[in-house]
């Protein structure tokens, strides 16, 4: 008999909305003391500026009122696992977006804080299992709102990245669901059990089809620190160059996960 499917990981609302708002925190405490020289220096994504990648923060929050305004779908129709394979399709949409939010908000500090309130007050007014039509289906909005710790960790590190010196922090609970999210959403995408994938202290998975492992020391073992994972996840760092940097450590004929990466662009 096949063994039994997990149960889909549990997050608590109140801890995730309070990640959401802390890891926001900590990008807008950042933005307000950069440089307008600062603030032009360009990022990894593509050709956004600092500005324009700071107006992609605001939209994470934004994102939720959006939908909100949207009609609630009848039933849900998504997985919070779905959100990383869908948010592809929104990209080209994304970047225009943060343009011309960056053009039309030169008082970056005033457009973040107006996007806090904005989230804040549509967690209040709304109950967690209220539908949001999101690119993944229909999801609650205590799930979507998980999403945005992913966005939020990304972007974050995507900051410190471009700004030499920055060096935002990673609120713990929104690096944690971040890191969790995606580590189930690998195992989602390479089913199996041959393979085990440690990222202290946040994540295992088991994931990759060949032999499963039942007791003792896993065959296959990866292992990798929280931002190393999320870099790998979401395309920010290759395989290989993790690898060559010593990154990540891979052990066993099943423990190569780059036909499985990136999760999500």
């Given at each position: 008999?096949?063994?039994?499917?997990?149960?889909?990981?549990?997050?608590?609302p109140?801890?995730?909305?309070?990640?959401?708002?802390?890891?926001?925190g900590?990008?807008?405490?950042?933005?307000?003391?950069?440089?307008?020289?600062?603030?032009?220096?360009?990022?990894?994504l593509?050709?956004?500026?600092?500005?324009?990648?700071a107006?992609?923060?605001?939209?994470?929050?934004?994102?939720v009122?959006?939908?909100?305004?949207?009609?609630?779908?009848?039933r849900?129709?998504g997985?919070?696992?779905?959100?990383?394979?869908?948010?592809?399709?929104?990209?080209?949409?994304?970047?225009?977006?943060?343009?011309?939010?960056?053009?039309?908000?030169?008082?970056?500090?005033?457009?973040?804080a107006?996007?806090?309130?904005?989230?804040?007050?549509?967690?209040?007014?709304?109950?967690?299992?209220?539908?949001?039509?999101?690119?993944?289906?229909?999801?609650?909005?205590?799930d979507?709102?998980?999403?945005?710790?992913?966005e939020?960790?990304?972007?974050?590190?995507?900051?410190?990245?471009?700004v030499?010196?920055?060096?935002?922090?990673?609120?713990?609970?929104?690096l944690?669901?971040?890191?969790?999210?995606?580590?189930?959403?690998?195992?989602?995408k390479?089913?199996?059990?041959?393979?085990?994938?440690?990222?202290?202290?946040?994540?295992?998975?088991?994931?990759?089809?060949?032999?499963?492992?039942?007791?003792?020391?896993?065959?296959?073992?990866?292992?990798?620190?929280?931002?190393?994972?999320?870099?790998?996840?979401?395309?920010?760092?290759?395989?290989?160059?993790?690898?060559?940097?010593a990154?990540?450590?891979?052990?066993?004929?099943?423990?190569?996960?780059?036909?499985?990466?990136?999760?999500?662009?």
């Open positions: 008999m096949p063994p039994a499917r997990k149960r889909p990981r549990s997050y608590d109140a801890k995730i909305r309070a990640a959401v708002l802390a890891q926001f900590h990008v807008r405490a950042a933005v307000a003391g950069l440089t307008p020289e600062q603030l032009a220096r360009p990022t990894r593509g050709d956004w500026t600092v500005r324009e990648l107006a992609h923060c605001a939209m994470a929050l934004d994102a009122d959006r939908l909100l305004a949207e009609p609630e779908p009848v849900q129709t997985r919070l696992l779905d959100w990383p394979f869908a948010i592809a399709a929104d990209a080209p949409a994304i970047a225009g977006t943060a343009r011309r939010l960056a053009e039309e908000h030169p008082d970056l500090d005033a457009h973040l107006a996007a806090e309130r904005r989230f804040t007050a549509n967690l209040d007014a709304h109950p967690a299992g209220r539908l949001l039509p999101t690119s993944a289906g229909a999801l609650p909005l205590a979507y709102a998980v999403t945005r710790t992913v939020l960790v990304v972007h974050t590190d995507d900051l410190n990245a471009a030499p010196g920055l060096d935002v922090p990673h609120d713990r609970q929104a944690a669901a971040a890191t969790r999210l995606l580590a189930d959403a690998l195992a989602v390479a089913p199996g059990g041959s393979t085990e994938v440690r990222v202290p202290p946040y994540a295992v998975v088991q994931c990759v089809e060949g032999p499963r492992h039942t007791r003792g020391t896993p065959p296959n073992v990866v292992e990798t620190d929280p931002l190393t994972w999320i870099r790998l996840a979401t395309g920010r760092r290759t395989w290989d160059q993790a690898l060559r940097d990154e990540v450590s891979a052990s066993g004929e099943r423990a190569d996960l780059s036909a499985h990466l990136p999760l999500m662009t």
